[in-house]
């Protein structure tokens, strides 16, 4: 009201002013008019939209629209950091073990849509120590692949290039997470290894070819900062490089692809470098590869795929893979 007041003022003042003159009429601020005119603002938006979604009374496809709404404020930086101060945070990560998949699933896009590239809303998320083990449980163990998706996409946001949320990733036991995510899609191609695994787990094994990616997504993404030995040494204690190797047979989209030879990159060119075994390995991988036309570096428009193959085979000394 103070600055509607001000304006009226200032402009009063001008009434007598030539229009055609350069000291023209300024015009009133959209929020001060927006509140004058009862209109609500996006405080007040987001506050419903989390009152909706916990109303008991109201049915699924209402709260669905809330969190829908919610989600398109929250990509405005400066609502998602205003989740906090609005008391937001706590319901919001509270909806991550609701009985209803589809609200697990709009929790989750939610709270990866707040924290992406947002260091103060990666940091606000941290003060709740349940939200990291909670998404990395759902994206380990939930029924529904379009949660475990979410979850995955959340896991991303939070820890991309956050120190304090790769910690929290870890501690949950992220990567046995990731580990397990990546080998059972080798384990598809494999009917003989899936002999022991119970009825009840089985859909956790089934084909996804969005979340095998989102999860090779999250572990390039892992890599791409400092420090790198740390996590090298727990990525070799979990037998990755093989399941890693195994997807290139799997993985039909360069852009998975390309993040795989980068993931091996980086243990190539890390301290202490490949073992002769891994050398090994990977040649072969390569090489099966190129033979299967998963990748004809002659053909493909990737540059940079083809740039980092080249150097990669420079690392394993094999020349040029045939």
């Known amino acids: 009201m103070?600055?509607?007041?001000?304006?009226?003022?200032?402009?009063?003042?001008?009434?007598?002013?030539?229009?055609?003159?350069?000291?023209r009429q300024k015009a009133p601020d959209p929020e001060v008019l927006a509140q004058l005119f009862g209109q609500p603002d996006d405080a007040?938006?987001?506050?419903?939209?989390?009152?909706?979604?916990?109303d008991p009374n109201l049915d699924l496809e209402a709260k669905e629209t809330?969190?829908?709404?919610?989600?398109?404020?929250?990509?405005?930086?400066?609502?998602?950091?205003?989740?906090?101060?609005?008391?937001?945070?706590?319901?919001?990560?509270?909806?991550l073990a609701n009985e209803s998949p589809v609200l697990r699933k709009m929790a989750?896009?939610?709270?990866?849509?707040?924290?992406?590239?947002?260091?103060k809303s990666q940091a606000a998320l941290l003060m709740y120590p349940k939200a990291i083990p909670?998404?990395?449980?759902?994206?380990?163990?939930?029924?529904?692949?379009?949660?475990?998706?979410?979850?995955?996409?959340?896991?991303?946001?939070?820890i991309r290039n956050h120190a304090s949320g790769y910690e929290s990733f870890k501690n949950a036991e992220g990567w046995q997470v990731l580990a397990s995510i990546i080998r059972q899609a080798t384990q598809i191609n494999n009917p003989d290894d899936q002999t022991d695994i119970p009825d009840s787990q089985r859909h956790l094994?089934?084909?996804?070819?969005?979340?095998?990616?989102?999860?090779?997504?999250?572990?390039?993404?892992?890599?791409?900062?400092?420090?790198?030995?740390d996590k090298?040494?727990?990525?070799r204690s979990l037998s990755a490089v093989p399941s890693l190797l195994e997807l290139l047979h799997v993985e039909g989209s360069y852009s998975a692809i390309e993040k795989i030879v980068q993931i091996l990159l980086v243990i190539a060119k890390s301290q202490g470098g490949l073992t002769g075994e891994e050398k090994e390995a990977i040649r072969k991988g390569l090489a099966r590869a190129k033979k299967d036309g998963l990748v004809d570096l002659d053909e493909t428009q990737n540059d940079e795929l083809t740039a980092e193959w080249r150097i990669l085979e420079q690392e394993i000394g094999s020349g040029n893979v045939k």
Not at 44 to 54: G, H, P, S
Not at 75 to 90: F, I, K, M, R, V
Not at 140 to 152: G, I, Q, T, Y
Not at 205 to 229: C, M, N, Q, V, Y
């Open 205 to 229: 094994h089934e084909s996804d070819e969005d979340i095998r990616r989102r999860s090779i997504f999250l572990l390039a993404g892992i890599l791409s900062t400092e420090p790198l030995k």
């Open 134 to 158: 909670y998404l990395t449980n759902l994206a380990a163990k939930d029924p529904s692949k379009e949660v475990r998706l979410k979850a995955m996409y959340s896991l991303s946001s939070a």
């Open 2 to 23: 103070e600055k509607l007041l001000k304006w009226s003022l200032e402009n009063s003042q001008n009434a007598g002013i030539d229009p055609n003159s350069q000291q």
């Open 232 to 235: 090298i040494e727990i990525l």
């Open 108 to 119: 989750c896009w939610v709270i990866g849509t707040a924290v992406q590239n947002n260091p």
């Open 44 to 54: 007040q938006l987001m506050r419903a939209a989390m009152e909706t979604i916990l």
């Open 66 to 95: 809330a969190f829908d709404n919610l989600e398109m404020l929250v990509e405005n930086l400066d609502n998602a950091n205003n989740l906090e101060s609005l008391g937001l945070w706590e319901p919001l990560i509270e909806q």
